[in-house]
Nanobody, 121 residues
């Protein structure tokens, strides 16, 4: 069994900052790409950022320069530092990870339960 547990969401004023965390636990042999998605009410779930094991990252154009993804491989954890937040960043944020549970077995995609981020004055 593998679980991804997110934390760090909440209510913040425009221009403020939040840091999201997502920790993977359970039977884990290796973790590949880790991603953050977000889904606003009535909209599709969109990719925000991803990061590979080496630390190389990619970002959606809408968040470049404001959001930073990072990971701690020793802790099986991915982070999303969010600065200069805007009302349009309001969404449920989900983490995703490609995880191989045992050597020689295929990796699978796992999702966290989501954490709400609300940017409002």
């Amino acid at each position: 069994q593998v679980q991804l547990v997110e934390s760090g969401g909440g209510l913040v004023q425009p221009g403020g900052s939040l840091r999201l965390s997502c920790a993977a636990s359970g039977t884990i042999f290796s973790i590949g790409t880790m991603r953050w998605y977000r889904q606003a009410p009535g909209k599709q779930r969109d990719l925000v950022a991803d990061i590979v094991t080496s630390g190389s990252a990619n970002y959606a154009d809408s968040v470049k320069g404001r959001l930073t993804i990072s990971r701690d491989n020793a802790k099986n954890t991915v982070y999303l530092q969010m600065n200069s937040l805007k009302p349009e960043d309001t969404a449920v944020y989900y983490c995703n990870a490609v995880i191989q549970r045992l050597p020689g077995t295929p990796p699978f995609n796992y999702w966290g339960q989501g954490t709400q981020v609300t940017v409002s004055s």
